[in-house]
């Protein structure tokens, strides 16, 4: 007969309560999250669904799934829920238990993105667009995607062509230097 521990199977949901302090057994999977989510028509899951991977204590789906990076933090979700679930602030925690426990998302591209992302605000406290781009598609050896937006970008002034650091560079680096505590290895 299959031997169930219940402190295993609840360990996930629980650890997720700890760390966030949302109750996500509350979730009714109604919906109302996913259908407000600026970033969910592009997915494969949707945020209830990674409630529910929560609620079933499916940590692996939960944590290799491309939703926790490209979630914008928008806070849509948590507004709308009839349940009080703060769907962002699980989100928050799943991403730094990624982390903390070298979980990969899914998608190669997720990770590229994230990383130059914060390695962009490490260095200037904001993004450099044009950098970010082309570091990007270099790492997607695809270098000459999107090029041909280039010329209208710069004319109407959405990017620069070069970076500006923002004056207290200093706080943002302590920041990054205070959240390695939260982050083991
Ligand atoms: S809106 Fe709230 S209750 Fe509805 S599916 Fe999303 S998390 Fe669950
Ligand atoms: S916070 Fe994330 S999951 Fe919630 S609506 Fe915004 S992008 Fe979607």
New binding site residues.
Partial sequence: MLQVDSEQVHNFKNRILQLSDVDVTRCIQCGK?SA?????PDMEEM?NQIMRYIQLNLKEKALTSPMVWV????????ARCPEGVN??RV?NVLRRLCIEEGYQPGQEQVNAFNSLFFDNIKKYGRIYELGLIVQYNMKMMTPFKDIGLFPDMVRKGKISLLPHRIKDIGSIRELFQKSKRFIKG
Wanted: proline share 11%.
């Fill in positions: 999250c407000g989510c600026p970033v969910a945020p979630c914008a933090s928008c806070v849509t979700c948590s769907i962002a989100m």
